[in-house]
């Protein structure tokens, strides 16, 4: 069998790497405390509650998985040491020895088999993580750092996916529930920093573990803030109150490129922004005619209005004016590197009068009004990105008005599908990751459409997922995950704006390595004597 490759193996483009040279504004002896902000707070401090960036940026903080990505997102041993196939269906992973958890407690195979059982048991989660381990049908500890996990059919992906488990202390998590981690129940993890305290929405506060079985973090006390504010983030970050922020505002990259006292990391992301659209249901809740009187039969039911949407967005407009440039317009779920891109899905060129035209084919000449919902504080410039789109819209005659809410407030709605059509991102190494997640026909059994929030179902797409997720073959896994994209793309299941740039910028002489994953992690961040 062929061991799982071409998406790991290839390095993902980097595209800026900015670091004015000057003196160090910070000396040495600072060290002992680092303070960053990020740009939106975690809905739960649960790692397994939501798979959600906000929520595993933090966590992984705390808790680890057996297997991690680089900042290229190549795969990594992260608590397993190394893993091979005993047969076509059974994976072995072997523990790094010696890992103990923050309690002194040892890492075990028994706690990774909790910690892969759990995820199915949330309640009320926006989007399980359960989605990862379907495909695992029987667990067998071998030894306490040996575990054998079996499929139900050939799973060449499974590694992949246990990236994204992130592993719990049995005894410290037995019987609690998600809202019981706020309080720092349960938050025992193998990972560099112990948890101290956690104010919602405002902080994480985290001291080292010096018994980290890797490289120690160079900052003995972390604090992480939130601040979904640009302006207020941008502002903390040139004050010193913090030593560095994710999501650079865009109005304000060409100066801080240009401050000395400033360096500025970039990198292109796996994560793209999307709009998704109410497929299925015949009234959609904020779908209106142009007085605002609710439609008896939703417009975006029709693959035609669906693709007129996308043809009336102008994505180009939105990279040189909202993003500045940090963006790359696409018309797939993932970046041109990875595997299952489909290459014959071109970017859907600016074209209001053809949009127009689809528009009155499909019987809606005069147009119709719709609600677009966005949230305000998790991706680069989202509200904004919303904004624009609802006046592409106007233009074409489907009169939008805007509707933004924090992320958590809106993932909460979003999972309940609240919502006729809007904003969202995802970010993955390979295609199988999005399709079924946001476009398989829903299916609890097998983790599919945990995220659906278009509602849309093809038969005919799911079908093409399911073969490709137990094909072995390389090469005919990734045309069928490139033939299920198309089908969902082409039907205006989901329409992809684009892929994400992101940024991170730190007080001169703190140095960090920027990742395709977006993930900002503290013990990442280093002095440039520590760097160097």
Not at 150 to 162: E, F, G, N, S
Not at 389 to 412: C, D, F, R, W
């Amino acid at each position: 069998m062929k061991r799982l490759r071409n998406f790991w193996k290839k390095e993902l483009r980097q595209c800026i790497l900015v670091a004015a040279i000057s003196l160090p504004f910070f000396s040495v002896a600072y060290a002992a405390d680092f303070t960053m902000a990020l740009s939106s707070p975690p809905t739960s401090m649960d790692p397994d509650f939501y798979y959600a960036q906000a929520n595993i940026n933090v966590s992984e903080h705390i808790f680890e998985s057996l297997v991690k990505l680089d900042a290229s997102s190549h795969i990594v041993p992260g608590l397993a040491d190394s893993w091979r196939l005993v047969n076509d269906t059974t994976w072995e992973f072997h523990l790094r020895p010696g890992v103990t958890f923050h309690d002194g407690s040892p890492l075990t195979a028994e706690d990774v088999a909790w910690s892969l059982d759990r995820p199915a048991t949330i309640l009320n989660s926006p989007g399980k993580l359960d989605v990862f381990t379907k495909s695992i049908v029987s667990k067998k500890i071998i030894s306490p750092s040996v575990i054998q996990l079996t499929t139900a059919t050939p799973y060449p992906l499974l590694p992949v996916d246990l990236v994204n488990i992130l592993i719990i202390s049995k005894k410290a998590t037995q019987g609690l529930s998600s809202e019981d981690f706020s309080s720092g129940k349960g938050m025992i993890g193998t990972g560099p920093y112990k948890f101290v305290d956690y104010r919602r929405d405002d902080r994480v506060t985290l001291r080292r573990n010096d018994n980290y079985w890797g490289p120690k973090s160079e900052w003995e006390n972390v604090t992480l803030k939130f601040i979904p504010n640009d302006a207020s983030r941008m502002s903390a970050l040139l004050a010193g109150d913090v030593q560095a922020i994710e999501n650079v505002p865009t109005p304000d990259l060409a100066l801080a490129l240009k401050n000395p006292k400033l360096s500025v990391y970039s990198k292109v992301s796996q994560r793209t922004i999307y709009v998704y659209v109410d497929t299925s249901r015949v009234a959609s809740p904020f779908v209106t005619d142009k007085a605002g009187q609710p439609l008896a039969v939703s417009p975006l039911t029709n693959p035609d209005v669906r693709r007129a949407i996308s043809m009336a967005i102008n994505r180009d407009a939105i990279k040189s004016r909202l993003m500045e440039n940090l963006s790359e317009p696409t018309n797939n779920l993932v970046q041109p590197e990875a595997f299952g891109y489909n290459a014959d899905l071109k970017v859907v060129p600016y074209d209001p009068a053809g949009a127009k035209k689809l528009l009155e084919h499909a019987g809606y000449k005069d147009g119709f009004g719709v609600t677009f919902d966005t949230p305000n504080n998790r991706y680069t410039n989202d509200e904004k990105i919303a904004q624009a789109i609802a006046q592409n819209l106007t233009h074409v005659g489907i009169v939008t008005k805007v509707e933004s809410m924090p992320m958590a407030t809106y993932s909460s709605r979003g999972a309940k599908h609240d919502f006729s059509i809007g904003l969202l991102g995802w970010g993955s190494v390979e295609a199988s990751s999005p399709l079924r997640a946001l476009l398989a026909c829903e299916d609890s059994k097998k983790g599919f459409g945990t995220q659906n929030w278009s509602l849309y179902c093809s038969k005919e797409m799911t079908a093409k997922l399911d073969l490709a997720l137990t094909t072995v073959d390389d090469a005919k896994r990734e045309q069928l995950l490139k033939d299920a994209m198309a089908i969902a793309i082409n039907d205006g299941a989901i329409i992809p704006i684009h892929q994400q740039f992101t940024t991170w910028a730190t007080q001169k002489g703190i140095v960090y390595e920027p990742r395709t994953d977006e993930r900002t992690y503290a013990w990442k961040f280093k002095t440039s004597s520590a760097a160097n």
